[in-house]
């Protein structure tokens, strides 16, 4: 119809022209419609034709932008994710790194949460994400229908400068016996293990601040009303967001308190390649955040 003639229509395809000629003959067989008037060596479209061409040529940009996509897919450039983040990472680190992943040139939808550990691993559990990052807890009584991928890494102890702690290069636990802390919730899997430490090393834990995360407890810090023993995560945001103007300082821990932080990859939601990749290079990341920061990361 853009031709004319089967001549030229021939010419543009690269075919001969009774292989067109026979292709019209089939199409119009199927249809069951005469497409074009025979006027010499043109093809005159009736207006079913123009109609057919219509329909058509919409399948037809439809069909190339479906291709162009799956090629996108394919290639973890464009798609949907849905993700989770426990509140300290899912302030900063976790979406700054997802921006600076994602290719502007191309086309994805994101749906970000923020949420406490134990809701991100009920997000997992019911496929509801495609991963979250969460602390790592043993799950009791059920089986977990997510998989973790666990790194861990050494702990830090959040002083005020001005105060005596912030002079020594490292820290034992019975530096800290009976100094005011701000800490987690006591069901926490950090506060549990810090029982524990405190415990047998026989120092008193002395617990003023009790809080959701770790963010919340710098102002207090900083003001001089506590310490916390908090994840190297929480060193790297304070010290890149320069939380309360410097005036906190992060002592390493002469002592083997280890923060354990996990991926949930749900088991029934397989991951798009997208999702695939921005998991991986989260951890990768996250490794290398940590191994900067001195903190000695594992995984497990």
């Known amino acids: 119809?853009?031709?004319?003639?089967?001549s030229q229509t021939a010419k543009k395809l690269g075919r001969t022209q009774p292989a067109i000629s026979v292709t019209i003959k089939k199409l119009e067989e199927s249809v069951g419609i005469a497409l074009f008037e025979r006027r010499g060596r043109q093809l005159i479209p009736v207006p079913e034709a123009r109609y057919l061409l219509a329909e058509v040529s919409d399948v037809l940009d439809r069909l190339a932008t479906v291709s162009g996509t799956m090629k996108s897919l394919r290639n973890a450039e464009t798609g949907?994710?849905?993700?989770a983040a426990m509140p300290g990472p899912s302030a900063f680190l976790f979406p700054r790194f997802i921006a600076n992943n994602m290719d502007t040139s191309h086309e994805f939808r994101i749906t970000f949460a923020s949420r406490s550990s134990p809701q991100i691993r009920e997000l997992a559990s019911t496929q509801?994400?495609?991963?979250g990052f969460a602390d790592f807890?043993?799950?009791i009584a059920k089986v977990p229908q997510y998989r973790p991928e666990i790194i861990s890494a050494d702990c830090f102890c959040a002083v005020n400068k001005n105060h005596t702690l912030a002079k020594k290069s490292k820290l034992a636990i019975s530096d800290l016996d009976d100094?005011?802390?701000?800490?987690?919730?006591?069901d926490h899997p950090l506060s549990r293990k810090l029982l524990q430490e405190f415990d047998r090393a026989n120092v008193a834990l002395s617990s003023i601040i009790d809080s959701q995360f770790f963010l919340p407890?710098?102002?207090?810090?900083?003001?001089?009303?506590?310490?916390?023993?908090?994840?190297?995560?929480?060193?790297?945001?304070a010290r890149e967001r320069l939380i309360d103007n410097e005036d906190v300082t992060f002592v390493p821990l002469d002592a083997s308190i280890r923060y354990e932080y996990?991926?949930?990859?749900?088991?029934?939601?397989?991951?798009?390649?997208?999702?695939?990749?921005?998991?991986d290079e989260w951890m990768a990341e996250v490794n290398r955040m940590l191994t900067e920061l001195g903190a000695h990361p594992e995984f497990a």
């Open 179 to 186: 100094v005011p802390l701000g800490t987690l919730h006591h």
């Open 137 to 139: 807890d043993n799950p």
């Open 80 to 83: 949907s994710l849905s993700v």
């Open 217 to 237: 407890l710098m102002p207090f810090i900083s003001a001089g009303h506590c310490s916390a023993i908090v994840d190297p995560l929480t060193v790297i945001t």
């Open 262 to 279: 996990a991926t949930l990859i749900p088991l029934h939601r397989p991951l798009s390649k997208l999702a695939l990749r921005i998991k």
């Open 1 to 6: 119809m853009a031709s004319g003639s089967i």
């Open 128 to 131: 509801s994400i495609d991963f």
